[in-house]
């Protein structure tokens, strides 16, 4: 898979750091259809959410993206890749369950590769 790191704009949260962990699921399609999933430990600071996607064998990929408002945009790509990642653009949502956690997904696609994360936290974000 010739795709190296992710950048994702996120428009959340204030400028401090914290660790998040996030399910995601990669497609890709060349000559044959390819789907890879996992588990994602991202650094937030700010806007910005970057770290390690590691799938389900041995596989471990990067994602740098950033949020703005409901936009997000980024690049993602196998860590032994030398030729940049995949530039991919998307939307942010979040949804409070009533009388339970609030649902968070992030979906990037470029037309032929597309990336989802998800996760619940107890309370949605402003």
Request: with cysteine; net charge negative; proline share 3%.
């Amino acid at each position: 898979m010739p795709i190296a790191s992710l950048v994702l704009a996120v428009g959340l949260g204030a400028a401090s750091t914290s660790t998040e962990t996030w399910q995601f699921i990669y497609v890709s399609r060349t000559t044959r259809l390819e789907a890879i999933e996992g588990t994602a430990t991202l650094t937030r600071s700010g806007s910005v959410l970057s770290g390690p996607l590691r799938d389900s064998s041995t596989g471990e990929y990067r994602i740098s993206l950033t949020i703005d408002g409901a936009s997000a945009e980024g690049w993602f790509g196998a860590v032994e890749s030398d030729d940049g990642g995949t530039l991919l653009k998307g939307s942010f949502r979040q949804w409070q369950v009533p009388g339970g956690e609030c649902w968070q997904t992030i979906q990037l696609a470029d037309g032929s590769s597309s990336i989802s994360l998800a996760r619940n936290i107890p309370r949605c974000e402003a």
